[in-house]
Protein backbone atom coordinates (compact mmCIF):
# COMPACT_ATOMS: atom_id res chain seq x y z
CA UNK A 1 0.00 0.00 0.00
CA UNK A 2 1.25 3.43 -1.22
CA UNK A 3 1.66 5.79 2.07
CA UNK A 4 2.74 8.96 3.08
CA UNK A 5 3.14 9.62 6.55
CA UNK A 6 4.21 12.46 8.46
CA UNK A 7 5.68 13.45 12.11
CA UNK A 8 4.62 14.74 14.33
CA UNK A 9 1.05 14.86 13.99
CA UNK A 10 0.91 17.54 16.73
CA UNK A 11 3.53 19.79 17.49
CA UNK A 12 3.57 22.74 20.15
CA UNK A 13 6.20 24.95 19.95
CA UNK A 14 7.60 28.33 21.43
CA UNK A 15 8.51 31.72 19.21
CA UNK A 16 11.57 31.51 18.66
CA UNK A 17 12.96 28.27 18.82
CA UNK A 18 13.39 25.58 15.33
CA UNK A 19 11.60 22.14 14.98
CA UNK A 20 12.06 19.78 11.88
CA UNK A 21 8.78 17.71 10.35
CA UNK A 22 9.18 14.91 8.62
CA UNK A 23 7.73 13.30 5.70
CA UNK A 24 8.18 9.71 5.01
CA UNK A 25 6.50 8.41 1.71
CA UNK A 26 6.67 5.12 -0.85
CA UNK A 27 5.53 6.16 -3.31
CA UNK A 28 7.61 5.49 -6.29
CA UNK A 29 7.15 9.23 -7.38
CA UNK A 30 10.51 11.89 -7.01
CA UNK A 31 8.02 14.87 -6.53
CA UNK A 32 7.17 15.78 -3.29
CA UNK A 33 4.72 18.97 -2.51
CA UNK A 34 4.29 20.83 0.86
CA UNK A 35 1.43 22.43 1.68
CA UNK A 36 0.02 25.17 4.53
CA UNK A 37 -3.27 25.16 5.64
CA UNK A 38 -5.10 27.85 8.08
CA UNK A 39 -8.14 26.38 10.47
CA UNK A 40 -11.33 26.32 8.30
CA UNK A 41 -9.47 27.62 5.41
CA UNK A 42 -8.12 25.48 1.58
CA UNK A 43 -4.84 24.26 0.99
CA UNK A 44 -1.99 26.88 -0.29
CA UNK A 45 1.19 26.04 -1.75
CA UNK A 46 4.67 25.88 -0.19
CA UNK A 47 7.05 24.23 -1.89
CA UNK A 48 7.63 21.69 -4.33
CA UNK A 49 10.45 19.57 -4.31
CA UNK A 50 11.62 17.96 -7.62
CA UNK A 51 15.10 15.86 -6.93
CA UNK A 52 17.38 14.17 -5.05
CA UNK A 53 18.72 16.65 -2.89
CA UNK A 54 16.76 19.46 -3.66
CA UNK A 55 16.18 22.54 -1.22
CA UNK A 56 13.62 25.27 -1.01
CA UNK A 57 13.51 28.03 1.50
CA UNK A 58 11.17 30.98 1.76
CA UNK A 59 11.39 32.66 5.34
CA UNK A 60 11.53 30.76 8.16
CA UNK A 61 10.57 27.77 5.96
CA UNK A 62 13.15 25.07 4.47
CA UNK A 63 12.12 22.11 2.75
CA UNK A 64 14.35 19.74 1.41
CA UNK A 65 14.17 16.03 -0.19
CA UNK A 66 16.28 12.30 -0.23
CA UNK A 67 14.87 10.53 -2.83
CA UNK A 68 17.23 7.62 -1.36
CA UNK A 69 15.47 7.49 1.85
CA UNK A 70 12.23 8.23 0.56
CA UNK A 71 11.93 11.48 3.18
CA UNK A 72 11.32 15.02 3.16
CA UNK A 73 11.43 17.48 6.20
CA UNK A 74 10.31 21.06 6.36
CA UNK A 75 12.55 22.74 9.00
CA UNK A 76 11.36 25.45 11.26
CA UNK A 77 13.52 28.23 12.38
CA UNK A 78 12.54 30.90 14.77
CA UNK A 79 9.28 29.82 14.68
CA UNK A 80 6.81 32.78 15.12
CA UNK A 81 3.18 32.55 15.72
CA UNK A 82 1.99 33.54 12.26
CA UNK A 83 3.16 29.87 11.17
CA UNK A 84 0.65 28.11 13.35
CA UNK A 85 -1.48 25.97 10.80
CA UNK A 86 -1.33 22.54 9.34
CA UNK A 87 1.64 21.30 7.33
CA UNK A 88 0.74 18.98 4.81
CA UNK A 89 3.09 16.74 1.84
CA UNK A 90 2.12 15.00 -0.66
CA UNK A 91 3.49 13.04 -2.74
CA UNK A 92 3.11 11.53 -6.49
CA UNK A 93 2.39 12.68 -10.05
CA UNK A 94 0.83 11.92 -13.03
CA UNK A 95 -2.65 12.53 -11.33
CA UNK A 96 -2.44 10.47 -8.24
CA UNK A 97 -1.26 12.20 -5.54
CA UNK A 98 -1.27 10.79 -1.80
CA UNK A 99 -1.38 13.45 1.46
CA UNK A 100 0.21 12.74 4.51
CA UNK A 101 -2.22 12.94 7.14
CA UNK A 102 -0.89 16.81 8.50
CA UNK A 103 1.16 18.46 11.04
CA UNK A 104 -1.14 20.58 13.26
CA UNK A 105 1.77 23.47 14.63
CA UNK A 106 0.59 25.69 17.43
CA UNK A 107 3.45 28.19 18.02
CA UNK A 108 2.90 29.56 21.49
CA UNK A 109 4.00 32.97 22.21
CA UNK B 1 -13.81 34.38 -11.74
CA UNK B 2 -9.77 34.01 -10.25
CA UNK B 3 -8.27 30.53 -9.37
CA UNK B 4 -10.67 28.11 -8.42
CA UNK B 5 -14.52 28.44 -7.26
CA UNK B 6 -16.62 26.19 -5.69
CA UNK B 7 -20.17 25.81 -5.03
CA UNK B 8 -21.94 25.42 -2.89
CA UNK B 9 -20.20 26.93 0.42
CA UNK B 10 -21.59 24.79 3.17
CA UNK B 11 -25.17 22.40 2.50
CA UNK B 12 -26.88 20.06 4.65
CA UNK B 13 -28.58 17.44 3.12
CA UNK B 14 -31.02 14.24 3.53
CA UNK B 15 -29.39 11.00 3.47
CA UNK B 16 -30.91 8.81 0.33
CA UNK B 17 -30.71 12.84 -1.97
CA UNK B 18 -28.62 13.66 -4.88
CA UNK B 19 -26.00 16.58 -4.80
CA UNK B 20 -23.96 18.02 -7.18
CA UNK B 21 -20.87 19.88 -5.90
CA UNK B 22 -19.68 22.22 -8.44
CA UNK B 23 -16.43 23.41 -9.21
CA UNK B 24 -14.75 25.80 -12.27
CA UNK B 25 -11.51 26.97 -13.10
CA UNK B 26 -10.23 30.07 -14.53
CA UNK B 27 -6.50 28.93 -15.24
CA UNK B 28 -6.70 26.70 -18.27
CA UNK B 29 -5.28 23.70 -16.34
CA UNK B 30 -5.96 20.40 -17.89
CA UNK B 31 -6.08 18.54 -14.93
CA UNK B 32 -8.79 18.72 -12.41
CA UNK B 33 -8.90 17.04 -9.18
CA UNK B 34 -11.52 16.28 -5.98
CA UNK B 35 -10.89 15.44 -2.65
CA UNK B 36 -12.20 14.51 0.82
CA UNK B 37 -10.83 15.63 4.19
CA UNK B 38 -11.86 13.62 7.19
CA UNK B 39 -10.12 15.42 10.90
CA UNK B 40 -7.29 12.59 10.83
CA UNK B 41 -7.19 10.86 7.73
CA UNK B 42 -5.85 14.08 5.86
CA UNK B 43 -7.00 14.62 2.25
CA UNK B 44 -8.13 11.56 0.09
CA UNK B 45 -8.51 11.43 -3.51
CA UNK B 46 -11.67 10.56 -4.95
CA UNK B 47 -11.63 11.48 -8.97
CA UNK B 48 -9.43 12.85 -10.73
CA UNK B 49 -9.65 14.17 -14.42
CA UNK B 50 -6.11 14.49 -16.83
CA UNK B 51 -8.03 16.18 -20.02
CA UNK B 52 -11.57 17.32 -21.10
CA UNK B 53 -13.23 13.84 -21.78
CA UNK B 54 -11.43 11.83 -19.59
CA UNK B 55 -12.00 10.81 -15.52
CA UNK B 56 -10.06 8.74 -13.18
CA UNK B 57 -10.96 7.19 -10.14
CA UNK B 58 -8.69 7.73 -6.83
CA UNK B 59 -8.47 6.51 -3.33
CA UNK B 60 -12.15 6.21 -2.44
CA UNK B 61 -14.56 6.23 -5.84
CA UNK B 62 -17.53 4.68 -4.32
CA UNK B 63 -20.66 6.72 -4.20
CA UNK B 64 -19.29 10.02 -6.28
CA UNK B 65 -19.06 10.18 -10.02
CA UNK B 66 -17.73 12.64 -12.29
CA UNK B 67 -18.14 14.00 -15.53
CA UNK B 68 -15.67 16.46 -17.40
CA UNK B 69 -17.23 18.28 -20.14
CA UNK B 70 -15.06 21.19 -20.99
CA UNK B 71 -11.47 22.54 -18.95
CA UNK B 72 -12.77 25.02 -16.94
CA UNK B 73 -15.72 22.56 -15.07
CA UNK B 74 -15.56 19.43 -13.08
CA UNK B 75 -18.67 18.45 -11.01
CA UNK B 76 -18.88 15.97 -8.33
CA UNK B 77 -22.40 14.53 -7.91
CA UNK B 78 -23.75 11.90 -5.01
CA UNK B 79 -25.88 10.05 -6.69
CA UNK B 80 -27.56 8.79 -3.11
CA UNK B 81 -26.23 10.65 -0.06
CA UNK B 82 -24.95 8.26 3.08
CA UNK B 83 -24.22 9.88 6.65
CA UNK B 84 -20.42 8.66 6.14
CA UNK B 85 -19.86 10.93 2.70
CA UNK B 86 -20.18 14.17 5.48
CA UNK B 87 -16.57 15.79 5.06
CA UNK B 88 -15.25 18.84 3.62
CA UNK B 89 -14.95 18.90 -0.72
CA UNK B 90 -11.49 20.53 -2.02
CA UNK B 91 -11.38 20.28 -5.74
CA UNK B 92 -7.91 21.35 -7.42
CA UNK B 93 -6.33 21.72 -10.68
CA UNK B 94 -2.43 21.39 -11.68
CA UNK B 95 -0.82 21.58 -14.54
CA UNK B 96 -0.02 18.77 -16.81
CA UNK B 97 3.22 19.73 -17.46
CA UNK B 98 6.27 21.19 -15.02
CA UNK B 99 6.05 21.49 -11.08
CA UNK B 100 2.33 19.88 -11.48
CA UNK B 101 1.53 21.86 -7.94
CA UNK B 102 -1.63 21.86 -7.48
CA UNK B 103 -4.33 24.84 -6.80
CA UNK B 104 -7.16 24.11 -4.28
CA UNK B 105 -10.41 25.91 -4.40
CA UNK B 106 -12.11 26.87 -1.32
CA UNK B 107 -13.63 24.03 -0.40
CA UNK B 108 -17.55 22.90 0.47
CA UNK B 109 -18.53 21.50 3.88
CA UNK B 110 -21.47 19.12 3.49
CA UNK B 111 -23.60 17.21 6.31
CA UNK B 112 -25.50 14.18 5.23
CA UNK B 113 -28.01 13.36 8.11
Known amino acids: ELKVEQNPLFLSMQEGKNYTIYCNYS?????LYWYRQDPGKSLESLFV?????AVKQEGRLMASLDTKARLSTLHITAAVHDLSATYFC?????????FGTGTRLKVLA | IAGITQAPTSQILAAGRRMTLRCTQD?????MYWYRQDLGLGLRLIHY???????GKGEVPDGYSVSRANTDDFPLTLASAVPSQTSVYFC????????????FGPGTRLTVL
Open chain 1, 90 to 98: ASGGTYKYI
Open chain 1, 27 to 31: TTSDR
Open chain 1, 49 to 53: LLSNG
Open chain 2, 27 to 31: MRHNA
Open chain 2, 49 to 55: SNTAGTT
Open chain 2, 92 to 103: ASSATSGYNEQF
